[in-house]
Structure formats: structure tokens, C-alpha cells
T-cell receptor
Framework: GENVEQHPSTLSVQEGDSAVIKCTYS??????FPWYKQELGKGPQLIID?????GEKKDQRIAVTLNKTAKHFSLHITETQPEDSAVYFC???????????FGGGTRVLVKP | KAGVTQTPRYLIKTRGQQVTLSCSPISGHRSVSWYQQTPGQGLQFLFE???????NKGNFPGRFSGRQFSNSRSEMNVSTLELGDSALYLCASSRAVQETQYFGPGTRLLVL
């Protein structure tokens, strides 16, 4: 089955700096890649997603890039703020289903 | 529009008991998926329902079951609880298959 690896597991950045989280997936049939942010005591919240027919997508300070050939995708957060501190998860799914396979998560700490 | 709601939010059970968790999707959403989140295994897919039909099932024992009603609300049941079933159980809904999934706050189950 699909396997998603996520790195790094923890990331500490200074406020205002950029943060980058990388994920690789194993199943070339995967075609949908969402990113979720989870704060303590809450469920995951979608922050951005990308489909396999697009190489890059941006939403204000957040961007995601996808390299289908290499089977990896990355989350970029620019101008980080303390409220960006949370656990971030990447995920992948294939057509014909809603099953999301998640990466192990990245705990991001933005230091003021 | 109200988000995904899950009840109860917290639950304490003892080994051998059974438990039923409930999920009400966002209005208009017909797909509901369930995930288990633990510190050791991360986020793992349990099952997916669309229009009252189970479309996909994760790699969990038969003690884990679910169903979806005609109003799209879903329940999951765990019988003969084990200590290892202690986890955050998350429900996600989407309008249809392969559309954005929105998560609820989860039900935290503790098995003693």
C-alpha cells in the first residue's frame, strides 16, 4: 500500500523566517496531496492541497510544490508567526477513494 | 456553516467493553471517513462511507465497525476494547469522493 514519509519530525524557526517540510510518497497512482495543521486538542485543519496535474500552488504565506517524477511534495511557510506553531501533516490519496495516507507529522515551533 | 461534530468528546471505558462514537458531517457532505490517531502509529485510516455504503476499509481488526445513515451521519463501534484502542478518533467529511476532507475535533477514548 501507499507509504508517506515526512521530514523533519521537528522544526524550530525564528519568527519571520521560512519553514519547509518535505514528504515523499511511494504509490505513483496517488494524485491528491493535502496538508493539515493540527493544534493541541483540535482536529487537523486543511491549510492547502494540490492535485497531480499542478506543480505548485500558493495561498498567501503558504505554498506547496509537487514533483511527480520524484514522488515528493513540500510545504513552504514564509514569514512565520508564533501562531504557525503546530503539528503539520502531509497526506496522499488515490483516485476513486477518500483514504488519506498520512506522513508522521512535523512539530513546528516558531520562536518570537 | 457548522463544521463536523463528534460526540462524545471524551470517553473512558474499561477493557472488554464496547463503545459507539458518533459523527455528524458538514451539511451537504455525503462522504464520511474515520481515522485513529495515536502517538505511536500516527494517523491511520479506519473506513470510508459514501451514501450509506462502506467504500474502503483500513487494516484494523473486525472489532472495529461502522455505518452511515441516510442523513449522512455516521457511527463507529469498537467491541471488546483493548488498552491499545486508546486513541483520538477523528471523523472527516467531504461533499464527494476525492474532494477536500474536513476533520472534526475528535473523540478521545481512554481504555483502562
Amino acid at each position: 500500500g501507499e507509504n508517506v514519509e515526512q521530514h523533519p519530525s521537528t522544526l524550530s524557526v525564528q519568527e519571520g523566517d521560512s519553514a519547509v517540510i518535505k514528504c515523499t510518497y511511494s504509490d505513483s497512482a496517488s494524485n491528491y496531496f493535502p496538508w493539515y495543521k493540527q493544534e493541541l486538542g483540535k482536529g487537523p485543519q486543511l491549510i492547502i492541497d494540490i492535485r497531480s496535474n499542478v506543480g505548485e500552488k500558493k495561498d498567501q504565506r503558504i505554498a506547496v510544490t509537487l514533483n511527480k517524477t520524484a514522488k515528493h511534495f513540500s510545504l513552504h511557510i514564509t514569514e512565520t508567526q508564533p501562531e504557525d506553531s503546530a503539528v503539520y501533516f502531509c497526506a496522499a490519496s488515490k483516485a476513486a477513494g477518500n483514504k488519506l495516507t498520512f506522513g508522521g507529522g512535523t512539530r513546528v515551533l516558531v520562536k518570537p | 456553516k457548522a463544521g463536523v461534530t463528534q460526540t462524545p468528546r471524551y470517553l473512558i471505558k474499561t477493557r472488554g467493553q464496547q463503545v459507539t462514537l458518533s459523527c455528524s458531517p458538514i451539511s451537504g457532505h455525503r462522504s464520511v471517513s474515520w481515522y485513529q490517531q495515536t502517538p505511536g502509529q500516527g494517523l491511520q485510516f479506519l473506513f470510508e462511507y459514501f451514501s450509506e455504503t462502506q467504500r474502503n476499509k483500513g487494516n484494523f481488526p473486525g472489532r472495529f465497525s461502522g455505518r452511515q445513515f441516510s442523513n449522512s451521519r455516521s457511527e463507529m463501534n469498537v467491541s471488546t476494547l483493548e488498552l491499545g484502542d486508546s486513541a483520538l478518533y477523528l471523523c472527516a467529511s467531504s461533499r464527494a469522493v476525492q474532494e477536500t476532507q474536513y476533520f472534526g475535533p475528535g473523540t478521545r477514548l481512554l481504555v483502562l
